[in-house]
């Protein structure tokens, strides 16, 4: 499994960016995809996350860290087999390195979960 990231930028704090994951190579049937962001002396935190297959618990369903519930949305492409990250109304503490991964785990929100990444897109919300 390859993820690329991308969409990252220099944003005003109110404003809103999406970032998209593009997955290629071999994908499993039942998977989760999310999103993780790590700020400068920080730990990784988990974002949110989409459950993706018949065999996965709330297939479909969304799921986010209440840092970010309510502001950020995931959306997945079929099409494209692309996972998007809607964040809006965006806060300078939002300011962070955000990486996409994929676990084969149900209701996966921790980053051990998670056995493949992309790259991280670089998000900077200015105050």
């Known amino acids: 499994v390859q993820l690329q990231a991308s969409g990252g930028g220099l944003v005003q704090a109110g404003g809103s960016l999406r970032l998209s994951c593009a997955a290629s190579g071999r994908m499993f049937v039942n998977y989760a995809m999310g999103w993780f962001r790590q700020a400068p002396g920080k730990e990784r935190e988990f974002v949110g996350a989409v459950n993706w297959g018949s065999g996965m618990t709330y297939y479909g369903s969304t799921y986010y860290a209440d840092s970010v519930k309510g502001r950020f949305t995931i959306s997945r492409d079929n099409a494209r087999n692309t996972v998007s990250l809607q964040m809006n109304s965006l806060k300078p503490e939002d300011t962070a390195v955000y990486s996409c991964?994929?676990?084969?785990?149900?209701?996966?929100?921790?980053?051990?979960?998670?056995?493949?990444w992309g790259q991280g897109t670089q998000v900077t919300v200015s105050s």
């Open positions: 991964a994929v676990s084969t785990q149900n209701y996966a929100t921790e980053f051990l979960q998670y056995a493949y």
